[in-house]
């Protein structure tokens, strides 16, 4: 369960009393919604479609996240297919300065409409190298130039470390 950090994290946050357990530590059920989001923000980040969860596969939780523990969760797109967009994320718990892996997960979400129904992750597909990889043609010229303007629009901080 080794992740080298690159980029920046999908989410940091720190724990609280309200969210224990009996035995004291953070419930396992706080620590699998924070993978749920930071799974659906990598996949947002390459696709502008609404996503749903479809699966989280096997959790084990191999350390336990103290009241006070900053969870950090890292995630990236593993793989994309007609309507779906599969996730890994990692999560660790910054304690003491000192960083401790507790779990990790793969997290399948799929691209809906308004009403829910399942839709082609390929019509929001923003990320160039997913394009690239699934074989996808380049988006019209016009609407790149449309999306740098209004970006231009939009003057908002990036991260230094991954541009996002």
């Known amino acids: 369960?080794?992740?080298?950090?690159?980029?920046?994290?999908?989410?940091?946050?720190?724990?609280?009393?309200?969210?224990?357990?009996?035995?004291?530590?953070?419930?396992?059920?706080?620590?699998?919604?924070?993978?749920?989001?930071?799974?659906?923000?990598?996949?947002?980040?390459?696709?502008?479609?609404?996503?749903?969860?479809?699966?989280?596969?096997?959790?084990?939780?191999?350390?336990?996240?103290?009241?006070?523990?900053?969870?950090?969760?890292?995630?990236?797109?593993?793989?994309?297919?007609?309507?779906?967009?599969?996730?890994?994320v990692w999560v660790e718990a910054e304690r003491d300065g000192k960083f401790v892996p507790v779990t990790e997960a793969e997290v399948v979400y799929v691209a809906v409409n308004k009403t829910g129904k399942s839709i082609p992750v390929a019509s929001g597909l923003r990320d160039e190298k997913w394009r690239k990889k699934l074989g996808l043609s380049d988006p019209d010229k016009s609407a790149k130039k449309s999306d740098k303007s209004k970006s231009k629009a939009k003057s908002r901080r990036k991260c230094k470390s991954c541009g996002s």
């Not at 999908?10 to 035995?23: L, S, T």
């Not at 990598?42 to 479609?49: E, Q």
């Not at 749903?52 to 191999?62: L, R």
């Not at 900053?70 to 793989?79: D, F, G, N, Q």
């Open 1 to 88: 369960m080794k992740k080298i950090r690159k980029g920046c994290p999908a989410i940091r946050v720190v724990m609280f009393p309200k969210d224990i357990n009996g035995a004291g530590n953070i419930f396992g059920g706080v620590i699998l919604s924070h993978i749920d989001v930071a799974g659906a923000v990598a996949a947002r980040k390459i696709c502008s479609h609404r996503v749903v969860t479809v699966s989280a596969k096997e959790v084990e939780f191999k350390k336990p996240v103290h009241v006070g523990d900053i969870l950090t969760c890292w995630a990236e797109v593993t793989a994309v297919g007609t309507t779906s967009i599969t996730t890994k």
